[in-house]
């Protein structure tokens, strides 16, 4: 790996804990979809699996008071940001004790103290809620950057072009993480994006962009934190695509005729928690023994999460009237 440089920067406590942050979203997912598969988990479920290290590199190079705004397949930046596990399941059951009180479900976690404003389904219909979230950030004078996170399906949205050209006018601090996993839902990138390079278009807006490569958890978060002191400092938005891949289908139901096991198996040899495991085991930081209990415990965190959840109760039938206008 060429993270060395990066890697010897970091204490060791933070190295080990982006690996137990990926593998917890790895486990929680893999668990995830077998609860689904057992009909506790109605409705969609879109696995992160294989882009752990997007969520994870970005998510720690944020600061606390930041923002995360995301689309649908945001389990990932839930579990980055601290929101409990069993929370973050019970939501996925449509349990009273869910992130989102059990009306969410997958596709649209809150945790707004945690500064995660949602998980949104419509495809890109959350990047001017980002822009508004950097709106109010600047005219209030606070030090806050909305990161949107949005696929490469999301680019080609007018209302993307619409937020980012306000956003680039009035220098509002968001950064646009655009995670580039190479299909939308079954169309590849080449047969729905006329351009060559996505990084670059914000370039008629004023808006520069960077690309990473989105299976090295270090390399994200020097990015990230590149990115996001660039966009605190007062320059006006910027864009930083990471390339990834999702290892599962687009979603549970996805027989996946559109693309090929080769490119997939490609994409699996360099996966993001088994590079960075090994990368750890080479460089000295992390033994056999280390990695079990490591596994071990976050296998625990999953199962409390999987109790939890089952054990929580349904939302009352008057909670289907609260929070559907503000009192
Ligand atoms: C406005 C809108 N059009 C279509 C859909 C149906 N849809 C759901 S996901 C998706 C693909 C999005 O792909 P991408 O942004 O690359 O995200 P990924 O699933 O790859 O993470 C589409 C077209 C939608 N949810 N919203
Ligand atoms: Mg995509």
């Given at each position: 790996?060429?993270?060395m440089?990066l890697?010897?920067?970091?204490?060791?406590a933070?190295?080990?804990?982006l690996?137990r942050?990926?593998?917890?979203i790895?486990r929680?997912?893999?668990?995830?979809?077998?609860m689904?598969a057992?009909?506790?988990?109605?409705?969609?479920l879109h696995?992160?699996?294989?882009?752990e290290?997007?969520a994870?590199?970005?998510v720690?190079a944020?600061?606390?008071?930041d923002y995360?705004v995301?689309?649908?397949?945001?389990?990932g930046?839930?579990?980055?940001?601290?929101?409990?596990?069993?929370r973050v399941?019970?939501?996925l059951?449509?349990?009273a004790?869910?992130?989102?009180?059990?009306?969410g479900?997958?596709m649209?976690l809150?945790?707004?103290p945690?500064g995660?404003?949602?998980?949104?389904a419509i495809?890109?219909?959350h990047?001017?809620?980002?822009v508004?979230?950097?709106?109010?950030?600047?005219?209030?004078?606070?030090?806050r950057?909305a990161?949107?996170f949005?696929g490469d399906?999301?680019i080609?949205?007018?209302?993307?072009f619409?937020?980012?050209?306000?956003a680039?006018?009035?220098k509002?601090p968001?950064?646009?993480?655009?995670?580039?996993?190479?299909?939308?839902m079954?169309t590849?990138?080449e047969?729905?994006?006329?351009?060559?390079?996505?990084y670059?278009?914000?370039?008629?807006h004023?808006?520069p962009?960077q690309?990473?490569?989105g299976?090295q958890?270090?390399?994200v978060?020097e990015a990230?934190?590149?990115?996001?002191?660039q966009?605190?400092?007062g320059g006006?938005?910027?864009?930083l695509?990471?390339?990834?891949?999702?290892f599962?289908?687009?979603?549970m139901?996805d027989?996946?005729?559109?693309?090929?096991?080769?490119?997939?198996?490609?994409?699996?040899?360099?996966d993001?928690?088994?590079?960075?495991?090994?990368y750890?085991?080479?460089?000295d930081m992390?033994?056999?023994?280390e990695?079990?209990?490591?596994?071990r415990?976050?296998?625990?965190?999953?199962?409390?999460?999987?109790?939890?959840?089952?054990?929580?109760?349904?939302?009352?039938?008057?909670a289907?009237?609260?929070?559907?206008?503000?009192?």
């Open positions: 790996m060429a993270d440089a890697a010897e920067r970091l204490d060791k933070l190295l080990v804990d690996l942050q990926m593998l917890l790895r929680f997912e893999e668990k995830a979809a077998e689904y057992r009909g506790h988990i109605g409705g969609f696995l992160y699996i294989g882009e290290a997007v994870v590199g970005a720690s944020m600061q606390p008071q995360i995301s689309h649908y397949r945001d389990h930046y839930a579990l980055a940001r601290g929101s409990p596990p069993g399941m019970a939501e059951f449509g349990k004790t869910g992130l989102s009180r059990g009306k479900g997958s649209h809150f945790d707004v945690r995660m404003w949602g998980g949104y495809v890109a219909g990047v001017p809620l980002a508004g979230l950097a709106l109010a950030s600047k005219r209030k004078g606070e030090n950057v990161v949107c949005l399906g999301a080609n949205q007018g209302v993307f619409e937020a980012m050209n306000m680039s006018l009035w509002l968001v950064l646009f993480f655009i995670e580039n996993n190479g299909y939308g079954g590849a990138v047969r729905a994006f006329a351009g060559k390079d996505i670059r278009i914000g370039q008629g004023n808006v962009g690309q990473v490569d299976m958890v270090l390399e978060r990230t934190a590149t990115a996001l002191e966009v605190r400092s006006g938005p910027r864009i695509e990471a390339l990834t891949f999702r599962r289908g687009h979603s139901a027989p996946e005729l559109y693309r090929s096991k080769d490119e997939a198996a490609r994409w699996m040899e360099r993001p928690i088994v590079t960075y495991r090994r750890l085991g080479e460089q992390l033994s056999q023994e990695t079990d209990a490591l596994e415990e976050v296998g625990a965190t999953v199962d409390e999460a999987v109790r939890f959840a089952q054990e929580s109760p349904d939302p009352e039938p008057e289907l009237y609260q929070n559907v206008y503000l009192d």
